[in-house]
């Protein structure tokens, strides 16, 4: 097992993934390519559910965050797991029901929806929005009077912690973008506008603080000051908040250097102490609804690419040269995220080669990783970086006009496209000659 259980190394020394070759893989399907394993993500899925109904009530829901990996086969995946989704986008609401998935199990996010995305929405049926702000809720009130309907939804609140993870993942802070603050005294103020609100249904509230998080502590924090917030709602306006939504945010393991996460007893732990505070609180336990992303899709997959090139600049760097880069992986360029690469056809060899693997663009920051620790490379090779099955493809874009690449899902010795590679026809269909 290489960092993840999926990942092995076979007799011919190859890398496989869900018990399949990588180098057969990329002979057959060719690179760059991602590849997932879908027996992790239904069993994550399989998990947080398990967890979540056994510890806080049977009513619990995790939802799907989809902006982590988007495409229709996935909806198709949460919706058979019994999971709900959170869609941010018209785009990822298309996507959804493309694949059928029940429109009432839909949370409906975003901090600017258009009037275009809510017409939309509501014309899908979909069951919750997640209010932003007070234009959005005077936009949403505004259609559901108009189409004589009641909108189900929640207020995106900014519980104002840090939960010490990278700057550009922290969502929960007073100054974000995103939600009502607390402090501020505007969460309050939305509060009562939801509650006299024509068209509208205020069933409860959402927080996420951010992402790539792996203790419970700043969930127990966050929890406590939403709990609290719906205790002070329950004082100030006799109103009962049904359900409190937690957001996603639990960590995954890209390097040996990172933590292990068991999401079961995380979710236990949550739900232990979250009793407490609303008991404490004097206020009935709401319905917890959560929103995993990365931790449900990350580690089902990794990217599959031929070195082109191997340089060494004596003195100074080795840089692997791939044919793939930051329009399918920009993380790195992103936030400096650390990765597993390894030369896949030689994955058994030791890794004490030190590389930078650079993508093919022309961008001194198109890497995906320096200085890393991987096997001795040449033209040829099939190099793999493990852990990219979220904010990968979703994040994946056509810069110097790279088409991007195929999903492919292993499953019990069988490997299938669920995403087609794009071809240069694709990507120059919309433009006008
Ligand atoms: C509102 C919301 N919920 C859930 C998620 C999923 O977070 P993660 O992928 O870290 O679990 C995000 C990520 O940005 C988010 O913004």
Redesign the pocket.
Known sequence: MIIHETFNINDKGHLTIGGMDTVELAEKFGTPAYILDENVIRNNCRTYLKAATEHFSEDALPLY?S??LCFAGIYKIAAEEGMGV?C?SGGELYTARLAGFPAEKIYF?GNNKTDRDIKDAMDMGVGTF?VDNLDELEALSGEASARGVVQRILL?ITPGIDPHTHRA?V?GNVDSK?GSAIVTGQAMEIVKKAISAKGIRLAGL?C?I????FDVEPFAEAADIMIRFIADTKKECSYEIEELNL????GVRYTEDDPTIDYSSAIKNMADIIKTYALSNGIKMPRIIL??????VAASGLTLYTVGSVKEITGFKNYISVDGGMPDNPRYALYQSRYTALIANRASEPADYKATIAGRCCESGDLLGEDMLIQKAKRGDTLAVLVTG??NYSMASNYNRLPRPPVIMVKDGEARVAVKRETYEDITANDVI
């Open positions: 965050a902006k982590a959170d941010v996010h997640v995106r993942v969502t995103f959402h996420h951010g992402s790539q998080i957001g996603g945010g639990l929103e995993p992303g990365r931790s449900l979220a904010y």
